[in-house]
């Protein structure tokens, strides 16, 4: 693919991207690149939904190609909390450490083996002929009691891949593109391509 516009500001997350598409496509785009270009309100219910809601709205002011995702973190204990409200958990315009205090205080007294969540990633693609596909990953892991690692963004520091005994944000990069929630979608994304 010549061109593919990525639907974020994050610029963690623009990184993960095009560590993973590079390869498979010559130029990426973000919304740095697009200024003028509205914020979206995502109100979807699902992370499928509110990937659809960011990459159609690129999509059709732009008449390019885009994939947005959506992706988050469900927690059992908490009912699959905080879902689609991940990065808002502590409130609009929340940083990524209130919204792991408010993570660790509602596990508050949750005892480890109760304690297992999954990243949930969602990749929306919308193709200017109209084509739109979206593509599931998932990663298993552990919510820890205190953060550890300096690498990743997000909830990363508390998120122990017990494969490994390291928390996202202790794993080297090139690992964590290999088994996050994001590199199984994006993977998927890629054989897509690779077959259209």
């Known amino acids: 693919m010549k061109e593919l516009i990525v639907a974020t500001r994050n610029r ?27 914020e979206v309100i995502e109100n979807g ?7 659809l809601i960011k990459a159609t709205s690129a999509a059709l002011a732009t008449g390019r190609a885009v994939i947005a995702d959506d992706s988050g973190l469900a927690v059992a204990a908490l009912g699959g909390k905080p879902g689609v409200y991940s990065a808002r958990f502590a409130g609009d315009g929340a940083t990524d450490s209130e919204n792991n205090e408010k993570l660790l205080l509602e596990l508050s007294g949750v005892p480890p083996e109760q304690r297992l969540a999954s990243f949930r990633c969602a990749i929306a693609l919308c193709l200017p002929d109209g084509t ?65």
């Open 12 to 38: 963690g997350k623009l990184t993960e991207i095009s560590q993973l598409l590079g390869e498979y496509v010559n130029r990426i785009l973000s919304l740095h690149d697009f200024p003028d270009l509205p």
């Open 45 to 51: 219910a699902t992370f499928e939904e509110n990937a």
């Open 132 to 196: 739109k596909q979206t593509f599931r990953g998932e990663l298993e892991g552990v919510i820890l009691e205190t953060a550890r690692g300096s690498g990743g963004f997000g909830y990363d520091p508390l998120f122990l891949v017990q494969q490994y005994k390291k928390t996202l944000a202790e794993l080297p990069l090139d690992i964590k593109n290999r088994i996050s929630h994001r590199a199984i979608a994006l993977n998927k994304l890629k054989s897509f391509l690779c077959n259209s």
